[in-house]
Structure formats: C-alpha cells, structure tokens
C-alpha cells in the first residue's frame, strides 16, 4: 500500500488543519488506517486510527480536539485537527495496517511520507 499525506503547515495556537492521506488501493482491504506523529527527540505516537469497521480510538491528548475520518469512495482518510496547541506539533505520519490471516498473524504496516505540523504559540 502507498500512503501520500497532504495538509500539513504552520498554524497559531488553537487553530485547526486537516491532513488527507490518500492509498493506493481500497482502503477497506486494510485493518486498519491511522495517523501517528513524531516530534524532536521524541518516539513515533498513535494519534488515532479508523477499523475496516469504523471504530474509531484516540490518543488521550486529542481526545475531544481530533477527529478521523474516510472517504472509502476515494480511498482517503482524514484528521481534522482542532484547538490545536503548540504540543501538537510534529511530523504526521499516514499509516495502512494489515493483519495476515496466518498463524500467528503477521503484522504489516505501511507507512506515508509524514507531513509538518507547527503549532506557534
């Protein structure tokens, strides 16, 4: 699967962006769709993510500001970003997991190109 994400940019405290992630094929033939992020110095953290059903999970810190959605039609996924505060910024990455039906399962992940997220205080 190849992930392109759009949206990023530069914003002042309690703005709001939306990034797209846009797959190469049918969303819906992946587990899962997410958004993680990574800021300086810091490791890789879930944001949030969307099931092939529709469940939805956030981190705790977007909680009530982020949303993710997708558009099944044009194999795109979107996080609308809200209230957004300065330590929201980081490099958004786009991710497509698929489980393999095989024993134990095998866990594949793909990943987009990240996106700059600046929150200015």
């Known amino acids: 699967v190849q992930l392109q994400a759009f949206g990023g940019g530069l914003v002042q405290a309690g703005g709001s962006l939306r990034l797209a992630c846009t797959a190469s094929e049918n969303i819906l033939s992946t587990n899962a769709m997410g958004w993680y992020r990574q800021a300086p110095g810091k490791q890789r953290e879930l944001v949030a993510t969307i099931s092939r059903g529709g469940n939805t999970n956030y981190a705790d810190s977007v909680k009530g500001r982020f949303t993710i959605s997708r558009d099944n039609a044009n194999n795109t996924v979107y996080l609308q970003m809200n209230s957004l505060k300065p330590e929201d910024t980081a490099v958004y990455y786009c991710?497509?997991?698929?489980?393999?039906?095989?024993?134990?399962?095998?866990?594949?992940?793909?990943w987009g190109q990240g996106t700059q997220v600046t929150v200015s205080s």
């Open positions: 991710n497509a997991r698929k489980v393999d039906a095989t024993w134990p399962p095998k866990v594949n992940d793909y």
